[in-house]
C-alpha cells in the first residue's frame, strides 16, 4: 500500500507515525510546503518573548528523525498543487527546483491545515506588518525585532494568539496595545470571563482597544501609522495580525471533495471524505459539535492529533474507528492569569438558538485557611430543561486548567450540573476545597432549576427599570463604604432578619453580596416571607467588573510608570515594618477587617504589610486608607498576590480652627419623623469620612429610639400616661408639617420607598453599623418614664456632662 500525507505538523505527522506502526511494509510520503515538518506550533508566542530561548526545542521531527524512527520520507518545500481522484494521483512543486512532478496513492490523507487571515486593507503590505502560523513567521518577526530595536507594538486581534503575543512582546520589554473589533476579547469566552482579563491588562500597562477596527496602515518616517475607524491614528514600530484563521481548502475543493456549511472539509465520522480514498484531518476539517450537532471547525492541536490516530486506523483497518468530534477545549496564558472555555458559550447558544442558564461563581483555588489560596471565576451554561451542562469557562491565577478539565470531561460525556454536584475531586488543603468551586458552581445551578431561588444577571438588572426594584446589599457596613450599586440600601445579613421582614412588597426585591452566597441566603429568607426576591448572579464582584471600564487606551509616547517613592519615616521611628498579615484566601470582607485589626496594634509611624489574593484588594486598600486617615505607600501584584504597605496615621484630620476637635456631635430633641430623618442622614454623612459622631437624644428625641415592642415594664401611673401619649419608635413618628393625621407620614415613607430613599430605620441600622455613639439622656428618661429596656440595643446613658465632654472635642454642633 501507498500512503501520501499532505501538510504535516500535528494532523499530519501524527497521522504518518501511527499508519507506520500499523503497517510496516507501506509506502509512507508526506508532503510539507515549509521547511519544517513537525513543530509546537503553539509555543512561538513563547519563544518570541525568550521564555523558550533555544530555537531547536521548537522542532517534534525533522525529516532526518523521521526517516530514521519511522522510515517515512518526508519532503520539506513540496508543495501539493492539484489532486486527481480519478487517477489516484497527485500533483507536486518543488518549490527549490521549480519543477513538477506527479505521485500516486492508494490513500491520500489530507492535513493543510489553516492560513491567517489578513483582510484587503490599505497598506496590509507595508514593512514591519506580520501573521504568526509558522516557524518562519515567527524567526521574521524576531529578527526585525532585534534589527529595528522596536518599541511599540501593535496586536490587531485579541484571540488566544493575540493576547500571548502581546504578553511576550510586553515581557521583551515592548510597548504594546491590543485593536479588537468585538466589545471583549477571546470571544470564546463570555464577557463575564473576558472582563477579568480586561482588567489585568490595565494593571499589565497594556493598551485595549475594544469595538475598534483598524481602516489602513501607513509607512511614515518613523514607524508605522495605524489608522483605526473612530479617526484615533497609533504611530508603532511593528504589527501583529491576529485577526482569525480560515481552513485552507483550495486543493480539496478543485479535487471536487465536499466542503461544509463552515467552510471547512466536510468528512463523515470515520474522517473519510467525500471521496472514498481521501480522508482529511486537523484545522481544515468540519465536524458536527457533540453538544450542539451542529457542524463545527475546530482549531486546536489536541484534536488534531486525536484525528491523526483515528484517521490511519481507519486508512489501513477500514473504516471501524468513529471520531466523536472536539468539544473545543482551550486555555492561554495571559500575563499572570490562566482563562479557558469548554463547550458552548453563551454567544454561541444565542447564535444557534438553544436555550440555557447560566451560573456564575466566585471560589478559591484551595481551601482558604491555607497559604496562597487565589479566588477563581467559573461560570457555566447549561439547559433550563434537565440541567445538562453544555459550556464552562474559567479564569484566574491558580488550579484554572483542573477546573476547566473537570468540567470537559462532564460535557464530553453528555453530563449535567448534577455530576458536576457529585464529582470527586482529590482534596487536600493545598489542592482543593471540601466543596470544590466546580462543586460549587453545580450547587448554584441546582438551586437555580429546583426554584430555591430566582438569578438576576447583571446585564438584566443593568437595563431594568429602577423604580420598580429595590437594590438591597447584605454585606457588612464597611464592605459598602468601599463601593456599591448606586441607589442599594445596605442591611447586613448577619443579625438582620428582623429588618429584612420590614421591606416593601410591592417591589422586586434585588439582593447582593460580594460573590451571592450571602445574597442567596438573604434570598430564602425574603422568599419564605413571601417576598418577589432575585439574587444578583456573581454578586457585586461581577457585577462591578463588568460595569467598569473595559477599555485601557495608552500613549505610546510615555515613559514607563515610576515605581512608589520610598516614604521617609519620621525620625523616631526605628523598625518601620512592625506587622506582617496574611489574608491570602480571604473573601472580601476578610482582608478590609485583618487590615483593620492590625492597624489598630501599630503606633503612628509603624507599617503594616499585608498580603491578600482577592483581585478587588487593591483598589480597597486605597479607599480605606483615605478613609481612615492611614497612608498608603506601596501597592503591587505578583502572581495574584497583592501586597500592600500601610503607614500608621493619626486619623483624618483636615486643618480646623485652633482649639477645635474633628468630631461631630447632634443633639436629637426632637421626635418628627422629618427632623430625625435629617439628623441620621447628617450623622452616617460625617461617620462615612471617619469623624467620630455622638448623637445625644433628650426628652421627645428619646422616641426616635424607642423600641416598638418591650417587656411589660413595672412603671408609676404618671410614667405610664406618658408612654401611652408618646410615638413607641421610630415608625410611629409623624411629621412636622402636613401629618394630616398619619396620612402625610404614609405618603412620605411612600415617596421614600419609590424614590430609593432609605427609611429612618434602615439610616439608624447604618449608624450603628458606622460606630456612631448614641447617649440618652438620664434626666429626660426619669422625667417622662423611659426605662433603658425600652431603648433600641446599643445606646449609652448618660447626662449632660458626657454630652459636653463629647462636644468639647467636636468642630461642629447641632441642635435638631
Given amino acids: 500500500m501507498k500512503y501520501l500525507i499532505v501538510g504535516g505538523v500535528a494532523g499530519g505527522a501524527s497521522t504518518a507515525a501511527r499508519l507506520r506502526r500499523l503497517d510496516e511494509s507501506a509506502e509512507i510520503i508526506m508532503f510539507e510546503r515549509g521547511d519544517y515538518i513537525s513543530y509546537a506550533n503553539c509555543g512561538l ?16 521531527q525533522t525529516p532526518e528523525s523521521f526517516a530514521a524512527r519511522f522510515n517515512i520520507e518526508a519532503r520539506v518545500r513540496s508543495e501539493v498543487e492539484r489532486v486527481n481522484p480519478e487517477k489516484k494521483t497527485i500533483t507536486v512543486h518543488n518549490l527549490d527546483s521549480g519543477g513538477l512532478y506527479e505521485e500516486t496513492y492508494d490513500k491520500l490523507i489530507l492535513s493543510p491545515g489553516a492560513a491567517p487571515v489578513r483582510p484587503p486593507l490599505e497598506g496590509i503590505d507595508t514593512e514591519g506588518i506580520f501573521t504568526l502560523r509558522n516557524v518562519n513567521d515567527t524567526d521574521r518577526v524576531k529578527e526585525y525585532i532585534e534589527e529595528h530595536d522596536v518599541k511599540r507594538a501593535l496586536i490587531v486581534g485579541a484571540g488566544f494568539i493575540g493576547l500571548e503575543m502581546a504578553e511576550n512582546l510586553h515581557e521583551y520589554g515592548i510597548q504594546v496595545s491590543v485593536v479588537e473589533m468585538a466589545d471583549q476579547v477571546m470571544t470564546p469566552v463570555d464577557y463575564e470571563i473576558a472582563t477579568a482579563v480586561h482588567q489585568h491588562f490595565k494593571s499589565k500597562g497594556v493598551g485595549l482597544h475594544l469595538q475598534e477596527a483598524v481602516t489602513a496602515f501607513r509607512s511614515v518616517e518613523d514607524g508605522i501609522d495605524v489608522v483605526l475607524k473612530s479617526g484615533l491614528v497609533l504611530q508603532v514600530d511593528m504589527v501583529v495580525l491576529s485577526i482569525g484563521v480560515r481552513p485552507d481548502v483550495k486543493l ?52 488534531a492529533n486525536k484525528q491523526g490516530r483515528i484517521c490511519a486506523d481507519n486508512v489501513v483497518n477500514g473504516n471501524h474507528q468513529k471520531y466523536k468530534g472536539s468539544i473545543s477545549t482551550a486555555i492561554a496564558k495571559v500575563f499572570d492569569l490562566t482563562v479557558g472555555a469548554t463547550g458552548l458559550s453563551a454567544k454561541m447558544l444565542d447564535r444557534l438558538q438553544i436555550p ?11 481551601a482558604g485557611y491555607y497559604p496562597g489560596a487565589i479566588m477563581m471565576d467559573i461560570k457555566i451554561n447549561f439547559s433550563p430543561e434537565d440541567g ?8 484566574g491565577i491558580d488550579g484554572v486548567d483542573k477546573r476547566l478539565e473537570m468540567m470537559s470531561a462532564v460535557i464530553r460525556n453528555g453530563g449535567t450540573i448534577y455530576d458536576l454536584m457529585e464529582l470527586e475531586q482529590a482534596y487536600a488543603p493545598p489542592y482543593s476545597s471540601a466543596k470544590d468551586p466546580v462543586n460549587m458552581a453545580g450547587f448554584v445551578a ?18 431594568m427599570d429602577r423604580s420598580k426594584v429595590m437594590l438591597v446589599d447584605v454585606r457588612t457596613a464597611e464592605e459598602f463604604a468601599m463601593g456599591s450599586i448606586e441607589g442599594a440600601v445596605n442591611i447586613s445579613l448577619d443579625g438582620s432578619r428582623g429588618e429584612y421582614q420590614k421591606l416593601p412588597k410591592d417591589r422586586t426585591i434585588v439582593v447582593f453580596c460580594a460573590i451571592g452566597l450571602r445574597g442567596y441566603i438573604a434570598a430564602r429568607v425574603l422568599m419564605q416571607h413571601g417576598y418577589d426576591v432575585v439574587n444578583l448572579n456573581g454578586g457585586y464582584k461581577t457585577y462591578s467588573t463588568a460595569m467598569a471600564e473595559q477599555c485601557n487606551p495608552i500613549k505610546y509616547s510615555e515613559p514607563e510608570p515610576k515605581k512608589p517613592m520610598e516614604v521617609k519615616a519620621p525620625e523616631k521611628v526605628v523598625e518601620k515594618k512592625s506587622l506582617t498579615i496574611d489574608a491570602c484566601g480571604l473573601q472580601c470582607p476578610g482582608p478590609v477587617m485583618k487590615l483593620k485589626g492590625g492597624m489598630e496594634q501599630l503606633k503612628v509611624g509603624e507599617r503594616l504589610e499585608i498580603k ?17 486617615g492611614n497612608q498608603l505607600v506601596d501597592v503591587k501584584e505578583e502572581k495574584g498576590i497583592i501586597t500592600a504597605v500601610l503607614e500608621k496615621g493619626a486619623g483624618v484630620c483636615p486643618v480646623v480652627k485652633e482649639g477645635a476637635g474633628n468630631n461631630k456631635t447632634l443633639i436629637v430633641f426632637s421626635d418628627d419623623l422629618d427632623k430625625a430623618l435629617a439628623s441620621f442622614v447628617i450623622a452616617n454623612g460625617a461617620a462615612s469620612t471617619g469623624r467620630k459622631v455622638t448623637m445625644f437624644f433628650t426628652f421627645w428625641g428619646l422616641n426616635v429610639i424607642r423600641k416598638e415592642r418591650t417587656d411589660v415594664v413595672k412603671k408609676d401611673t404618671m410614667s405610664k400616661m406618658f408612654g401611652m401619649m408618646m410615638p413607641a419608635g421610630s415608625r410611629k413618628l409623624s411629621l412636622s408639617k402636613m401629618n394630616m393625621m398619619g396620612m402625610g407620614t404614609r405618603m412620605m415613607r411612600k415617596v421614600m420607598r419609590n424614590k430609593q430613599i432609605d427609611s429612618l430605620e434602615s439610616l439608624i441600622e447604618q449608624a450603628r453599623n458606622n460606630g ?11 422625667v417622662m418614664g423611659i426605662t433603658k429596656e425600652e431603648l433600641i440595643d446599643g445606646v449609652n446613658v448618660g447626662g449632660v456632662a458626657t454630652y459636653l465632654e463629647r462636644a468639647e472635642d467636636a468642630n461642629v454642633n447641632l441642635f435638631v
Fill in 388 to 395: 445538562k451542562l453544555l459550556g464552562a469557562q474559567a479564569v
Fill in 45 to 60: 508566542p513563547y519563544y518570541i518573548g525568550e521564555v523558550i530561548y533555544e530555537r531547536e526545542k521548537l522542532f517534534v
Fill in 612 to 628: 491578600v489574593t482577592d483581585q478587588g484588594f487593591s483598589r480597597d486598600v486605597a479607599s480605606w486608607a483615605k478613609m481612615t
Fill in 356 to 366: 440555557y442558564k447560566e451560573a456564575i461563581v466566585h471560589g478559591a483555588s484551595h
Fill in 446 to 463: 441546582d438551586n437555580m432549576l429546583s426554584g430555591k431561588v430566582k438569578m438576576i444577571s447583571w446585564r438584566e438588572l443593568k437595563d
Fill in 772 to 782: 456612631v455613639e448614641f447617649i440618652a439622656c438620664q434626666m429626660s428618661m426619669d
Fill in 252 to 303: 480539496a475543493r478543485e479535487a471536487g471533495v465536499e466542503i461544509g456549511e463552515m467552510g471547512g472539509i466536510k468528512v463523515n465520522e470515520f474522517l473519510q471524505t467525500s471521496q472514498p480514498d481521501i480522508y482529511a484531518v486537523g484545522d481544515a476539517i468540519e465536524f458536527p459539535n457533540p453538544v450542539s450537532g451542529r457542524p463545527a471547525l475546530a482549531f486546536l492541536a489536541g484534536p
